[in-house]
């Protein structure tokens, strides 16, 4: 396994990974999109050119890191961590299905402790889906612990019931 930054020529199959990511861990309020978007075999949806500005800008941006792991040249997960001020804020950790279980995504997670820890960081917070088990435990392992628990009614495509 190498790891290192994300390359500007991975952002398409990175986001193809968020969405697939997103499908499968039911994110309500862009599932339609998320949906339409895998269906389609493309990123050309509303919500997959928002996933691939959004890395773009990471990439370039000082105060983030996109960092990416490959197996034999191929991208085989990535993780973005934020910095804010004394925190830093990890958004995702993603790994393609064939490569989880190996390690992946418990190195990236290293990566992104590493940077936040070189930046100055106390701390370091994340979401993660209440479904998501295995990345719940993962999390848990390293030291990480649950604070809060986020909770919705309706999504932004069908409303509030």
Do not use: H
């Amino acid at each position: 396994m190498q790891l290192g930054r994300l390359r500007a020529d991975e952002i398409k199959e990175a986001t193809k990974m968020m969405l697939e990511a997103l499908k499968e861990n039911y994110i309500t309020d862009v599932e339609i999109e998320m949906n339409i978007a895998l269906e389609s075999g493309s990123v050309s949806s509303e919500a997959g050119s928002i996933i691939e500005q959004q890395l773009s800008s990471l990439i370039a941006d000082n105060n983030a890191a996109v960092f990416a792991a490959r197996m034999d040249g191929i991208l085989a997960g990535y993780a973005i961590v934020v910095i804010e001020g004394d925190v830093a804020d990890f958004w995702d950790l993603v790994v393609k299905k064939e490569y989880r279980k190996i390690g992946i995504g418990r190195s990236l997670i290293v990566e992104v402790e590493n940077f936040a820890k070189g930046r100055g960081c106390r701390a370091i917070k994340l979401d993660v889906n209440m479904k998501n088990d295995v990345a719940i435990k993962l999390y848990e392992d390293l030291g990480y612990r649950k604070l809060s628990i986020m909770m919705m009614k309706g999504d932004r495509i069908n409303g509030i019931p």
